[in-house]
């Protein structure tokens, strides 16, 4: 079975640009969550989206918003881009509405110039 | 708030040699507690959880830890460490607020192995 899957593995763009990045569930699961992981530092939780809503949210600015698809798939949308955004984003995906075992796709490399 | 600190940022171990990564964590309820484990290049990997039964978890490839609440740790353990230990080790600690859990990573360790 197909695990987690993230697109792009790798995308630079200039400050103040959009990005939009995608996250395929494992196949049966209807939570995904959305994480930024520093270089250095562990993963920071930004959002949690059950059966199409939000479950919960981070301490991230408004520049950062989600959404799920009605076949579960995701995508983080981030505005206004600054340095400080690179990093590597991580998707997980879970079987529970509530945080629990969950199960990670290795991630979109965001630089940011 | 809860919180989570893993102790320390590097643990240097020769291969066959016990392996100890020590959490902490803050929380004014029982908490959620995971160890994920993070090789070069790959995803997170959940090695075990502790959610309010056995206070001794096993988890996959000979981990094990213990939730001591008197102490609010969550150490990491095996026996033996092997070459293809070495990865950054997480400390997630998961507590419900506003209806969800929202789990807090610790800052990582990195566990090398000697030959």
């Known amino acids: 079975d197909a695990g987690v899957t993230q697109s792009p593995t790798h995308l630079i763009k200039t400050r103040g640009q959009h990005v939009t990045l995608r996250c395929s569930p494992i196949?049966?699961?209807?939570?995904v969550s959305w994480y930024q992981q520093v270089l250095g530092q562990g993963p920071q939780f930004i959002f949690q989206?059950?059966?199409?809503?939000?479950?919960g949210r981070g301490n991230f600015p408004d520049r950062f918003s989600a959404r799920q698809f009605p076949n579960y798939s995701s995508e983080l949308n981030v505005n206004a881009l600054l340095l400080g955004d690179s990093a590597l984003y991580l998707c997980?995906?879970?079987?529970?509405?509530?945080?629990?075992?969950?199960?990670f796709g290795p991630g979109t490399r965001l630089t940011v110039t | 708030a809860q919180s989570v600190t893993q102790l320390d940022s590097h643990v240097s171990v020769s291969e066959g040699t016990p392996v100890l990564l020590r959490c902490n964590y803050s929380s004014s309820y029982s908490p959620s507690l995971f160890w994920y484990v993070q090789h070069p290049n790959k995803g997170l990997q959940l090695l075990l959880k502790?959610?309010?039964?056995?206070?001794l978890v096993k988890g996959i490839n000979g981990f094990e830890a213990e939730f001591k609440k008197s102490e609010t740790s969550f150490h990491l353990t095996k026996p033996s460490a092997h070459m293809s230990d070495a990865a950054e080790y997480f400390c997630v600690v998961s507590l419900i607020s506003g209806g969800s859990y929202i789990p807090t990573f610790g800052r990582g360790t990195s566990l090398i192995v000697h030959p």
């Open positions: 196949s049966g699961h209807k939570s």
């Open positions: 997980a995906s879970s079987d529970r509405d509530q945080i629990y075992e969950q199960y």
């Open positions: 502790y959610t309010s039964a056995a206070t």
């Open positions: 989206y059950y059966e199409k809503e939000e479950r």
